[in-house]
Each structure stands twice: as structure tokens, then as C-alpha cells.
């Protein structure tokens, strides 16, 4: 089999194996215990955390761990705008924003009463800034905007929305899960307030992610998980101490960074093979990640070759593939139920070999024969 999903979710690399191995082995003590193991693992935590800190131009005390990017993008939104009801009811996003965003949004909208404004993205995925910045009123209370669409590779423009946001004093929250360590980041340049990030994504280990808040000790943020005051008493629980080690690994391992140019070399070889199919790219030309393309072909079933082909990819976002209905990604940028039933979302990294990709492309051609 050939993977062709790291979108969705990645291996670990050797470096974050070994050091999530070693951490099970010997940082099982509680980080919050006052005896030498517990305060060793804690000191072990809080390098993490000022790692994280250090790689999208933050302080160590805005850095909160979290499950993973969902429960950063709950605590983010949820977590600010219920404790800020007085600063106005009304929210921005995108209507491609990943599933959670959106479930987030509409139990606002449902049990809070909140007005959420969805703005549509043009034809080639990107959201247009100035049609977010038009939508800011008196009574908007926070911006979310993700950093990079999970079905398209979309870049939108985070910098000209988050300079509007500051602009007007408005909060602004970008999902980067898969952004982060493929696109350089500076929450100070970029104007952001609040960021979502996932290690799984990054090659580290599944339930561990990170949320930055920007003056964290100054803001309101109600807690989704009430415990026992750990993260700052926005995040109950024991922390996982390995899977932030883990976590540490991955951010620190630069592969990622050291192969963008290799995976942007398939990324072309594949765009240019399939356009040889009779086929197009939904992803953009420009302003996009060289790990994600989104390829629609003639006469193509892609549930069918999604199911039993070798080579795994998926029809859209894995958490929302399992379902026999057409992306809402693809519809927002203009396709009809048959073009999106006619699409695959291919994600390749730095493990993606050139073989396979010629191999891909063979079946492909076989599939729509």
C-alpha cells in the first residue's frame, strides 16, 4: 500500500519515536508533584513549551497544551467568546473552515444565540480578505480564519486579515494545523491572537496539540475542561508528559522545512500528469501548500477508488470522508455533486517517493479507461 494521506494524519519520525519511547519509560511521574521526578518532568514540559513558543514568536506563557488542534480551536473560540459575552455576540469565519470550526459556530449560533457570518470562498479556494473585513461590525468579537483549507492546500491571506482585526480590536483565531512548520509563522508579524496546533500532523504522536493565546494571563478565557488548575486553570488534567516530548521532537526536527522543495517537485510532476489525464486541479496555482493537491478526473468514481485501491488517499477531510456526501469544500468553490464524487485529495511528504507517484498515475489512467 501507498500512503498518499498525511494531510489526515502522519507516521512518526525516528527522532520523535525515540524520544516518546524513552519519555513512557521514565517521565511517568506526575509533572505537578513537588518531588525530583515530577519537577524534572515538569522543567522537561516547560522546554516544550518554550520551543513551541520560539517557532511562531511567542512568550512560553501563551502556550497552552491541549489534546489536539479541536480542543485548541473549542478552548479558542468557545473558551474566549463565552467569557467575553459584553464585547458583542457577533462572529466571522469561513464556510470551508474544518468541521470542527464549523460545529463550534453553529453550537454558538444554536445555544448562545450568536450571529455567525460564513463567507464563501472565490473559485480557487482562497477567501478574499476584503470580503471578511467587510463583514466586521460594532459587535464582532472574533475573526476565525484557518491558515491553510485540509481539502484544498489553500493559503488564505492571514496577514491583511489579522492587520484589520488589530485595526478594529477585534480577536483573531487561525486553525494552523496544517500550516504549521510548512509555512512559516509569526503570530506578531501575521497580527494573530489565538492559534490551534495538532503534533499529529507534524509527524508526532495522535493527542497532543497546542493552543496559542496571545496575553493569556490577561484575557478572558473560560475553560472547557475544569480540573485541578493545571495550564494556567484553562486545562484540566494530568499532563501527558510523553506525548509533549514527543511533541517537542517533532517541532524540533526540521524535515519538514529541509523537503518543502522535494515535495513541491512532486507536487508539479503531479499536477502536470494529470492535467495529461484529461484531468484539472481544484487546488489553486497560487497561494498554496505543495503537500495537499485536490485532482478532479473524467469518468472518475473516487469513492470506489478511495475504497479498494492501494494507494490511500481520501475523497476530502478525513473526518468527514465516512460520509456518502459531496464535499462542502468543493461545493463552496463551485463544483457540482458529480465533479466532487469525481475528486481525490492527494497529501505527500517527504516519504513520498517519485516511483510511486508514476504508479499512482498509471492506475489512475487505468481507473478512467
Known sequence: MIYLDFAASTPLLQSVKEELFRAF???YANPSSAHKLGLLSAEKIEDVRSLIADSIGAYKSEILFTSGATESNNLAIKGYVLANRSKGRH???????????LAICHFLEKEHDYDITYIPPQKNGVVDAQDVIAAMREDTVLVSIMHVNNELGSI???????????????????????????IPIDVDELNIDMLSISAHKIYGPKGIGAVYIRDLRETRIQPV?????????????????????????????????????????LNKYLREAVSELGGISNTPEQQFIPHILNIR??????????????????????????????????????????????????SISHQ??????????????????
Open 156 to 182: 488564505q491571506p492571514i496577514a491583511t486579515i489579522g492587520q484589520a482585526c488589530f485595526d478594529k480590536n477585534i480577536k483573531f483565531h487561525v486553525d494552523a494545523a496544517q500550516s504549521y512548520k510548512k
Open 25 to 27: 519509560e521514565e517521565e
Open 91 to 101: 462572529i466571522i469565519t469561513s464556510s470551508i473552515e474544518h468541521k470542527c470550526i
Open 352 to 369: 513520498t517517493e517519485i516511483s510511486s507517484i508514476k504508479d499512482l498515475i498509471f492506475q489512475l489512467k487505468v481507473y478512467i479507461d
Open 225 to 265: 475542561i475544569h480540573g485541578a488548575g493545571q495550564e494556567y486553570g484553562l486545562r484540566g488534567g494530568t499532563l501527558a508528559t510523553p506525548l509533549i516530548l514527543g511533541f517537542g521532537a517533532a517541532v524540533k526536527d526540521h524535515t519538514i522545512e529541509h523537503s518543502i522543495n522535494s515535495v513541491l517537485g
Open 297 to 346: 478526473l473524467p469518468n472518475f468514481d473516487a469513492s470506489q477508488f478511495v475504497t479498494n485501491s492501494m494507494y490511500l488517499c481520501s475523497q476530502g477531510s478525513a473526518c468527514s470522508s465516512m460520509n456518502l456526501e459531496a464535499s462542502y469544500v468543493l461545493k463552496a468553490i463551485g463544483a457540482s455533486f458529480e465533479e466532487s464524487f469525481s475528486s481525490i485529495r492527494l
